[in-house]
């Protein structure tokens, strides 16, 4: 019997999305079979497509990468048949091709996935908190001007605010 169903599949990682997504779509290149269509980065999406074997007549597949919290994001991947008989003609390929993305794709996470999010954190660190520096400043501001600290205690303080 022929199995009627498009294939889907979910994965989650403990990696933020734009270092799944890097592995995403190094994952993809080494998968034999499969063409990327296109890539949306701003979507984090990439649309790939397979050929005609003995055994199907091709699928289309899409896979989104999605943030699931802080430090961790899902893949969610699709894959159907090219022809109006859906996946009847596939004889399993779409199932396959669910489970050869999210494996590659976990493999490569192993392999880069501690060394990738480093990069991230250090390429683009968590935003200081401006307001907590001006609100410091400005309790700052008010103690010289009530006269509880001295210009030099105040330069001092600034200072170590500021970072210097």
Known sequence: MFDTF???GDA???FPKAVVFRALREAVKSIRGMTVEGVDEM???IELKTGMSAFSWGEKISVTVVSSGAEASMISVGSGA???FGSATTHGKNKQNVA???GQTSAVLQRHGAEWAAQLTTEHPAPSSSKS???ELVKLVALRDQGVLTP???ETQKQRI???
């Open 6 to 8: 498009d294939r889907k």
């Open 12 to 14: 989650e990682f403990p």
């Open 43 to 45: 979507a984090s999406r």
């Open 82 to 84: 090219k022809t109006i």
């Open 100 to 102: 050869d993305i999210i």
């Open 133 to 135: 520096i001006t609100d």
């Open 152 to 154: 030099a205690e105040f």
């Open 162 to 164: 500021l970072g210097r």
